[in-house]
């Protein structure tokens, strides 16, 4: 019961006014209630989702359809692991996940090196770049997809297409649909990871430059030697965050192709919703693949975090 | 080796002067200590000397060359910073190594050098650790290897046991003196501890306000303090400042008390004070006398009993607190009075205006 | 007659270093550089937000011009559209329309394209939802993620740290995971399309979050104050509540405000879980495309309504922002 620690001093400065055994009791009281409706939300809200969720996972319910849930065995598990479309969802997501958030980073370290150092309206301009990442989701991706229209959207009009006819059609070509979410993307988010970075940066003494240049250490040096090492932290937080993040996507994606052309730009996310909400609404399959997507995001996660502790340790 | 020269060198961030005009000269192989208050000046003329700031005007030059605009690789300097500046990716061994790697030399040199220099040091033990995993003494030592590895011409260190723990200061300040016996080597060390400067100096230049006080050996600095602010900043505590009115051959000092002038004094107080005959009189708490004769009388104030010595406190005169040394371990008691003298070859005196010391008129030539 | 030494000499700070090597017309020109770079980005930044602005401000034919335009006489046309259900006037109608003069500003607009005004559309109750919604959830989760984050890091709760990495773990979830048994529980209990269900699914999921800064910023607060209010006499509840939370302020109010971004930006779970009498806005904004063609102009109004209180925030807020956006690596005001 006296996992509870307090200041053992203080005990005995109260001693007289109220007994230390009602103290500990009064404190373990708080700290109960102070948990209590996270604990009743998470366990409402997370806990029992997950575990009905999983249940149903082994059932070939339909919400829409009057009959109980039957069970099937792993029968909606087989369906997904055997089912070429399901894969390539996950291709899908996956290689969004990678093209996105290497262009993310490599634009946002970038930016952060070059802009490190102080300059008239440094301020002003990290404010105007934070507005992007603010946004919602679905309504940046409402405007670009006006942005991205071949015949009026000033995307291709910036890019020097003139002409209707070879402009190219962003969110209809199956080979571009994928780049115009990572388009989209990129933008909202590289300045986060430079605003990370930046942090990073300005952290850094510059007495250990001063050194390097004493010693005559090359520009090379000490950007792999003293700028690398101290940023690494921020920068990989910033990079498993975005990867995260970049699995999950849905709003963007759906807001700018619902999925399509075809299913070319259809992630686990959207084929999930499209599996419980429309159609024939499979609330047994969807609880299955559901699963499946849980664990595979927990497997990435816990390689990231391996690979994060291990950069910050060292 | 090298002389280092000086030529006003000046200092300024935006309108504010940092240093104020500067000559100095700093002989090759001498110690020497930049000391001063925080801001005073004394980091931003080593950091000139090293090329890590650049001068607003004036001129440096090792030996004859000419290095005011030159890269700080290019000066042949090692700097050792107070916060050890060491690559905490790298082991000891291979910071150590960097600035010869760097200069292209021989794998076999490299490696030689390195171990001489751990040798010196003593810290062959810890060369495969990375510096992270070092003590603060271990750190600055491996520092300390790193600045000797390339056999600089000059020395350049900015209060480097600053970061370091009150057992580890006492232990590297001899080292490093011991060093530069060894070395014969040139350096320029910054501290804003007096008590560093005195030990380790051959001369001490004090700063204060972006303005040299007063540039000279420890003794001298000790006992002929150029102006108050010298007077007050050397020893701990600083020398007893007493304001006082001269006249006709004798002193007279709030309170009461009255003190008999030496001979050798007078000429200089008659002539070199105004009218009222305003002066500041100093001395150091070891220069006083407690005696049943003395001149001089105060009420006990507070005593410090250390042991060996005491620190008597007395109360001059209201807010006029004067400490004295002495050799007895009783202490007297709050409120006595004292009767004390002051030796006549240790007494200085000071003008009340300019704050600079007043020079016996014998000695002028 | 004592000399004090001076206060030290307050140094101007220099934008750039002094040394030796970087000295001279180039550190001045970088700053330079550097500063357009800056600009450009900023504006490639901004540039959709611009422009979506613009289109709001567009007539239809306007809003899809061949080139695009640059310069345009404004309207509110677009606004106009957003907040009303209008229907065709056929020829004949048009003729007694134009000779009335009791029509408003805004059906003078909707004249123009042969309409006229026959009531509300649902995007002024949809905004109101989102606000009633995203507020209370915020205010929940901020007020419940406080208290958490206090006992989380002032006492040793077992299996403190598992739970923590559980309760952070929610945000790794794609949304739609969670909704599908969250949509048969809400429908069973009768939760579905409710203002209190998106209200508390809103606040479970920032309080993963929440919680996991605000301990952040709690665990930077020295324990020392409250042992020294202990010591003095306070209680527990009183020393959390005079000294913690006042010196948490700054955490909480960049808490708050990430917690009321990510409720009002919310379409995933709205899109899911509600249908009419809760659906907030970002579920309907796309569904703007729908009505009889695709009005740019109307979308754009509706996408700038809904971003305009988001701007305003990040701005006025945006050092709270930057902290809690860099999960409180950038520490200065």
């Not at chain 1, 759906?254 to 686990?268: A, H, K, N, R, Y």
């Not at chain 3, 000294?243 to 948490?248: H, M, S, T, Y």
Request: charged share 15%.
């Amino acid at each position: 019961m006296s996992q509870i620690s307090t200041v053992n001093s203080v005990e005995t400065a109260r001693a007289q006014r109220m007994p230390s055994k009602q103290r500990q009791v009064s404190d373990i009281r708080i700290v109960q209630l102070f948990i209590l409706p996270t604990i009743i939300l998470l366990i409402l809200m997370n806990i029992f989702p997950l575990i009905y969720s999983l249940y149903l996972s082994f059932t070939n319910y339909s919400v829409i359809a009057d009959v109980p849930p039957q069970w099937v065995g792993l029968q909606n598990y087989q369906t997904i692991l055997s089912d070429t479309r399901f894969w390539q969802n996950f291709a899908t997501t996956g290689s969004y996940a990678l093209v996105s958030v290497v262009f993310q980073t490599l634009i946002g370290f970038g930016l952060a090196l070059l802009l490190r150092e102080k300059f008239r309206g440094k301020g002003l301009i990290t404010t105007l770049i934070l507005v992007p990442m603010m946004l919602s989701p679905i309504v940046v991706a409402v405007f670009w997809k006006l942005m991205f229209n071949p015949s009026v959207g000033i995307f291709n009009y910036l890019l020097g297409y003139t002409n209707i006819n070879t402009s190219p059609e962003w969110l209809g070509d199956a080979n571009l649909a994928l780049w115009a979410i990572v388009i989209v993307d990129v933008w909202m988010w590289s300045p986060f990871v430079m605003l990370l970075c930046l942090a990073g940066l300005s952290a850094i003494p510059e007495y250990l430059y001063e050194a390097a240049s004493i010693d005559r250490a090359s520009a090379w040096f000490q950007f792999r030697r003293i700028t690398l090492p101290q940023v690494m932290p921020l920068l990989l937080i910033a990079v498993l965050f975005r990867t995260i993040e970049a699995f999950k996507q849905f709003d963007l994606a759906m807001g700018l192709t619902s999925g399509g052309p075809g299913d070319v730009t259809e992630t686990v996310s959207i084929r999930l919703y499209k599996l419980a909400f429309q159609g024939q609404y499979d609330t047994g399959m969807s609880s299955a693949l559901a699963y499946v997507i849980l664990v595979v995001i927990i497997a990435v996660s816990n390689l990231y975090i391996r690979a994060l502790n291990k950069a910050r340790g060292s | 080796m090298a002389t280092i020269h000086l030529n006003q060198v000046e200092k300024k961030f935006g309108d504010q002067f940092a240093v104020k005009p500067l000559d100095m000269t700093i002989h090759d192989g001498e110690f020497i200590v930049l000391l001063g208050p925080s801001g005073c000046g004394k980091t931003t003329t080593l950091r000139m000397i090293s090329g890590l700031e650049a001068v607003t005007s004036g001129q440096i030059l090792f030996g004859e060359r000419d290095v005011t605009w030159l890269h700080p690789s290019e000066r042949d300097i090692a700097f050792v910073f107070q916060f050890f500046a060491l690559y905490s990716h790298l082991t000891a061994r291979e910071n150590i190594a960097f600035p010869l790697q760097a200069q292209g030399e021989s794998r076999d040199m490299v490696k030689k050098r390195v171990n001489e220099v751990a040798k010196m040091l003593n810290i062959e033990h810890v060369l495969n650790s990375r510096p992270g995993s070092l003590s603060g003494g271990d750190q600055q030592r491996v520092a300390l290897a790193r600045a000797l590895v390339r056999r600089p011409a000059a020395f350049l260190m900015d209060e480097p046991l600053g970061a370091l723990d009150a057992e580890f200061r006492d232990t590297m300040r001899a080292e490093i003196k011991r060093l530069h016996i060894d070395q014969h080597a040139t350096t320029v060390y910054v501290t804003h501890d007096q008590i560093e400067a005195m030990a380790m100096g051959d001369r001490i230049v004090v700063m204060s306000n972006a303005v040299v006080q007063q540039a000279a050996t420890p003794t001298d600095v000790y006992h002929n303090p150029a102006n108050i602010f010298v007077a007050r900043f050397i020893g701990s505590p600083g020398m007893n400042l007493i304001p006082a009115r001269y006249q006709g051959g004798v002193l007279y000092f709030d309170g009461g008390s009255v003190y008999t002038v030496p001979d050798d004094w007078k000429s200089t107080l008659a002539a070199d004070l105004g009218s009222d005959g305003r002066v500041i009189v100093g001395f150091r708490p070891e220069a006083a006398q407690v005696s049943s004769e003395g001149q001089l009388v105060a009420k006990t104030y507070a005593n410090d009993l250390h042991g060996g010595y005491t620190m008597l406190h007395l109360e001059l005169d209201k807010d006029q607190i004067v400490h004295i040394r002495t050799n007895r371990e009783t202490s007297y008691n709050i409120g006595d009075l004292v009767h004390f003298d002051v030796n006549p070859t240790m007494v200085r005196f000071f003008h009340p205006e300019t704050e600079m010391a007043l020079t016996k008129r014998d000695n002028r030539s | 007659m004592a000399t004090q030494s001076a206060p030290p000499p307050s140094r101007t700070p220099v934008n750039y270093s002094t040394r030796v090597d970087k000295v001279g017309w180039r550190p001045q020109a970088g700053s330079i550089v550097r500063t357009i770079v800056a600009v450009i980005i900023a504006f490639i930044m901004l540039l959709p937000v611009i422009w979506m602005g613009m289109t709001a401000f567009k007539s239809l034919p306007d809003a899809v011009s061949v080139p695009p335009k640059v310069f345009f006489t404004p309207t509110l046309e677009g606004f106009v559209n957003l907040f009303t259900q209008r229907r065709q006037l056929s020829d004949a109608e048009m003729e007694a329309y134009r000779a009335r003069d009791d029509l408003n500003w805004a059906q003078d607009i909707v004249l123009e394209r042969q309409q006229t005004i026959i009531g509300r559309s649902q995007f002024a109750q949809q905004l109101t939802n989102s606000v009633i919604i995203a507020g209370s959830s915020t205010i929940l989760s901020v007020v419940f993620g406080v208290l958490a984050a206090y006992a989380f890091s002032r006492f040793n709760i077992p299996g403190k740290d598992d739970l923590l990495f559980f309760i952070l773990s929610q945000r790794m979830l794609p949304a739609v995971v969670v909704t599908v048994p969250i949509f048969l529980m809400y429908k069973q209990i009768g939760l579905y399309d409710t203002h209190l269900g998106m209200i508390l699914l809103y606040t479970s999921f920032n309080l993963s979050f929440s919680v996991w800064l605000l301990k952040g910023f709690i665990d930077e607060i020295p324990k020392e104050y409250e042992e020294a209010a202990l010591v003095d006499g306070y209680t527990r509840l009183q020393a959390f509540r005079k000294i913690v939370l006042p010196q948490a302020v700054t955490g909480i109010a960049a808490t708050t405000v990430f917690s009321a971004i990510f409720s009002w930006n919310e379409y995933a779970f709205a899109l899911m879980l509600t249908q009419e009498r809760a659906r907030t806005a970002p579920p309907s904004i796309p569904l703007i495309l729908g009505t009889g063609g695709i009005e740019w102009s109307t979308i754009a109004a509706g996408s700038m309504a809904f971003l305009i209180p988001v701007v305003i925030v990040t701005f006025a807020l945006r050092k709270h922002l930057l902290r809690g956006v860099t999960f409180g690596a950038i520490r200065k005001g």
